[in-house]
């Protein structure tokens, strides 16, 4: 069965220190990867989505960039983070085919103090 | 107009009532519809994907109707479990999250 790993769980960190948030799927191929953010009390934001290996597809203009280095490991990283960077950041991946539904994983709360 | 549209509740039902979310969408092609639950400080979890013709999964039905490009969910015989945020889910090749209906079940 497919499983979906993203870490770490918690996250504080300064403005203006770098990020990189790691997320890594199991047991199925060529997935189809996405990161999102909610901030506290909203929806969800699509951040960056990826339909292969290098193909990053950005949906808003952040400092925050997207990289896969792999067909199954999805990364987000940021150079310098700043106070609205903070949110719960979510991970999610979803097979080929029609009507495939999306599976997140469990998440990163970041805070920027 | 919203991609994607619920409304966001409160809804405060008392155990065991039905209640019923309804989800508009504005891109007439899309073709994949599903519903997920979110608990506090949590990722949103599938709870069923919508057919053309509506299906059920336990106390859990969902409808599409394309004419009027909504989507429903109702839930019957509502537990204290079933509190949670509801995402309403619409797309094709990449998928739109509504914000979510808030459901609180009262003891």
């Known amino acids: 069965s497919q499983t979906i790993h993203q870490w770490p769980a918690t996250l504080v960190q300064p403005v203006g220190s770098p990020l990189s948030l790691e997320c890594t799927v199991e047991g199925t191929s060529n997935p189809n990867l996405y990161w999102y953010r909610q901030a506290a009390g909203r929806g969800l934001q699509l951040l960056f989505y990826s339909v292969g290996i290098g193909q990053i597809s950005s949906e808003v203009p952040q400092n925050l960039s997207a990289s896969r280095p792999q067909d199954r490991q999805f990364i987000l990283s940021s150079k310098k983070l700043l106070l609205s960077d903070s949110g719960f950041y979510l991970c999610?991946?979803?097979?080929?085919?029609?009507?495939?539904?999306?599976?997140f994983g469990d998440g990163t709360r970041l805070s920027i103090l | 107009r919203k991609e994607v549209e619920q409304d966001p509740g409160p809804f405060n039902v008392p155990e065991g009532a039905t209640v019923a979310f309804n989800c508009t969408y504005s891109?007439?092609?899309?073709?994949?519809f599903f519903w997920y639950r979110q608990d506090c400080r949590k990722e949103p979890k599938l709870l069923m994907s919508?057919?053309?013709s509506g299906n059920e999964d336990g106390r859990f039905t969902a409808q599409l109707n394309r004419a009027s490009q909504y989507i429903s969910l109702l839930i019957r015989d509502s537990k204290l479990s079933d509190s949670a945020t509801y995402l309403c889910v619409v797309g094709n090749e990449k998928l739109t999250f509504g914000t979510g209906t808030r459901l609180t079940i009262i003891p």
């Open positions: 919508v057919y053309s």
């Open positions: 999610a991946w979803r097979g080929l085919g029609g009507n495939q539904p999306q599976h």
């Open positions: 891109n007439s092609a899309s073709q994949s």
